[in-house]
């Protein structure tokens, strides 16, 4: 394998892995409570600007920006959750997806408003530069929210299987009326699995902006991903997510390298429809 | 049945009618309509706001009574002379980066808005469809900026451009090539890097023949979709061939992305040319220019010095955007002062005369505020005279640095990248 190549993958790799840490948000409050928040994109867009804004006025990177994103990003969800999904979750299943598409258009136009048009960057060295490992260059920044969306994803994972918070939390997935029963407020669980994707959410924003540029509708971009890393992980399935992101970020690299960059969304979600096909329920999802 | 007519309401009607009819002549002038469709939401939207906040100087030194600069088609006097000082009024319109939307704006325009003419629409790919709509209207369409090669291929007799196109952009850059090959800069391979839309694909194509007739090699073509998440592939495609000219042809979302990639993996063609679009957008200067010393650009822009008309036009758009006007956002200005001269000429709005007073068009470099050698169009509609220079970062702006006798300041190679 030529030095490239090795280079593609991983790069591939660590798209991936940011992949991953912004749809395991989205994963988890699909597969918490069937609601498909079409506003995701849009949380990780102002989770962006979030970490812009505070760079600009604290002067400070990720090491604030992060923390900073995820409780504003928190709070968003909780609120989004009170004021907006609570009620549409009891209309029909259009009701959501328009509710929160119309969430997305809120958020997105309010930042236009806002900040405009303009694109944004963080400056490139926030991080520290690119470095170079047994001849593969790596970029700090995209190292770090690789590193990040490893330990968000087993947080998230062991938070889900292996604390009572988690097991109410999915008992409330399973069965709202017999978590009831059992003592369980649904609904509190619900604004908590919401602020915790959201706030997970915030995270990846956060790092993301570190590599990535900003404006108002980068969310739009990204959100795509997120909707088909998801469904190729299994719907509510937090390592399935993780798969399934650095799965598409290593054959998109590949497809762009080897065959040509206008062709690579043709492999990935041409490989979508197969799995799919296969196994319904995603890579990792419960049947 | 219903009465809704009462003999008793007949005098005040008249009357109303009466004052209606004796206030026209006597009343304010028509005004002149325009339509501007522009992307001012999704990925394009800080060029599309750029294009409209200079059309809205446009409008003002249109409009307004503007003696200090010069000869300026309008800008003296306010309003239409040739018009009885009609004013203009621009409706805008956003085509949301997608053709159709573009062309269900056109039509918006033109059956509901009811504009006299329509100008626009930033991506090739939408003034393709948007310009169709005019053109079964029987509307008059002039674009300031769209470049690709078969806007004008049509056989369209209601669109018309003042941009330069994709076959002078092309020239130019063939030109500066053997120029700088002659000068002794190695230029054996050529990269072409292109978004895949109308824009993009027209210019890589454009391109690929003139390096083809000037003898030189395209040795990698990489089309690619401007709202991708990730271009490391391509970069790393491009640093296994190793051209020695890479010609980057993209928005600007994808613009800063390139720039940002090519820094983390340390990858520097020797010589970068971002061709406009994405690389004009203030918004690269201000995101990336820090990492992109040395690209060249092409522009027909110049601020000028203190105290002359592109000076103050850009200070006019400088209070409005906060920004120094770019070179699309010019042109999409230059165009519309085009448009509204031709309707000034041709006295009226009757879509016909206005195409007749179009396709008479003959302004000299001194009535305009970017660089062409003046505006005339051919029967396909492109403007004969319309020409282009080149640009390069150098610090925090673009400086003219091609040809030498444009230059203001001294071409800087290799590209030097962060």
Redo the contacts between chains.
Sequence with gaps: MSA?VV??IV??LL?GAVYALFSSGLTLIWGMMNVVNFAHGDFVMLAMYTAFVVWQLLGIGPAGGVPIAALVLATVGIVSYFALVRHVMRGPMIAQILGTFGLALLLR?SV?WGF??????LP?NLVGG?FEVLGV?L?AS?LLAGTVALIVTAGLHLLLTRTPLGSRMLAVAEDADAAQLMGIRPDRMQAIAWAIAAGATGIAGALIAT???I????G???AI?AFVTVSLGGFGSVPGALIAGLLIGVI???S??WI???Y??IVVYSLFVAVLWLRPQGLMGKS | MIEVFSPRLLPSIASLVLATALSLPAGAQETVKIGAIYPLSGNAASAGTAAKAAIEVATEVINGDHQNLGDLTLARGAGLPGLKGAKVEVVFADNQGTPAAGQNQALRLITEEKVHALTGAYQSGITLTASAIAERHGIPFLSGESVAANLTERGFKWFFRTTPVAADIAKTYMAFLKEIKGAGTKVDSVAIVNENTEYGTSIAKVLREAAKENGFNVSIEIPYSANTTDVQSQVLQLKDKNPDVVIFVSYTSDAILYTKTMQALGYKPPVLIGDNSGFSDASFLKTVGGIAQGAINRSAWDIGKPGSTTFLINEMYKKKTGNDLDDTAGRAMQGFFVLVEAINRAGSTDPAKIQAALKATDLKPGQLMMGYKGVKFDDKGNNTLASALLIQVQGDAYVAVWPKENATAELKLPYKGW
Excluded at chain 1, 116 to 121: C, K, Q, R, V
Excluded at chain 1, 215 to 218: L, M, N, Q, W
């Design positions: 490239t280079q593609v790069g591939g798209l136009y236009f405009g048009a303009n694109f944004m960057s490139d690119t260059r970029q995209r590599f990535f540029y404006s108002p509708t980068v739009e971009t990204l991903i998109e690299s590949l762009a390298y040509g960059a206008v690579k969304d």
